[in-house]
Antibody, heavy 121, light 106 residues
Framework: EVQLVESGGGLVQPGGSLRLSCAAS????????MHWVRQIPGKGLVWVSR?????????RYVDSVKGRFTISRDNARNTLNLQMDSLRAEDTALYYC?????????????WGQGTLVTVSS | DIQMTQSPSTLSASVGDRITITCRAS??????LAWYQQKPGKLPKLLIQ???ILQNGVPSRFSGSGSGTEFTLTISSLQPDDFATYYC????????FGQGTKVEIK
């Protein structure tokens, strides 16, 4: 059974940093593209970032987080990370760790339960 | 960036109704479009990819069509389990979701 378990969310002041992690199990982590998607509770979905299976060849971000967020993965530990710096109020959301595909198509078939990030003074 | 626009934002319907949700892309995305269903407090569920290919286990009352910039999701006979919010998502370039269509009980 595919499992994705996020951690690391919390309350942080504007300008602060957080590091989200996602522990993956139940599938061959090192052949799947992995993503972060966020959702303000009660609102819509926003794709945030993706990383290639090897962790180095491709990292992409939505424009609103470019230069502030960094996605990474550790295939030896089946872990996906999102380093979030210079946080803003508008980054407040539930952040989902999401499995993509082996082909690179940005579609999502398994989601973690999410970790809540609140940016507020 | 590719923008996705869904209509309507809210749709009121009854059990047994045939409903259609429209999704428009700001530029040509060929058939690189997916549809998701999300119920309150639950995770999104992938229903359709490549505009019209149903995921395993998705009831046949769901169908998708379209290409280029205009797409539709149709539920042929709405069931109680179908009241939810539906999102389209393009994956021609990265991934952009529409704003969602809430299907509510009339």
């Amino acid at each position: 059974e595919v499992q994705l378990v996020e951690s690391g969310g919390g309350l942080v002041q504007p300008g602060g940093s957080l590091r989200l992690s996602c522990a993956a199990s139940g599938f061959s982590f090192n052949v799947y593209w992995m993503h972060w998607v966020r959702q303000i509770p009660g609102k819509g979905l926003v794709w945030v970032s993706r990383v290639s299976p090897d962790g180095t060849s491709t990292r992409r971000y939505v424009d609103s987080v470019k230069g502030r967020f960094t996605i990474s993965r550790d295939n030896a530990r089946n872990t996906l990370n999102l380093q979030m710096d210079s946080l803003r109020a508008e980054d407040t959301a539930l952040y989902y760790c999401v499995r993509g595909t082996t082909s690179g198509a940005t579609i999502f078939d398994h989601w973690g339960q999410g970790t809540l990030v609140t940016v507020s003074s | 960036d590719i923008q996705m626009t869904q209509s309507p934002s809210t749709l009121s319907a009854s059990v047994g109704d045939r409903i259609t949700i429209t999704c428009r892309a700001s530029q040509n995305i060929n058939r690189w479009l997916a549809w998701y269903q999300q119920k309150p407090g639950k995770l999104p569920k992938l229903l359709i990819q490549v505009a019209s290919i149903l995921q395993n286990g998705v009831p046949s009352r769901f169908s998708g069509s379209g290409s280029g910039t205009e797409f539709t999701l149709t539920i042929s006979s709405l069931q109680p389990d179908d009241f939810a919010t539906y999102y389209c998502q393009q994956y021609d370039t990265e991934g952009t979701f529409g704003q969602g269509t809430k299907v509510e009980i009339k």
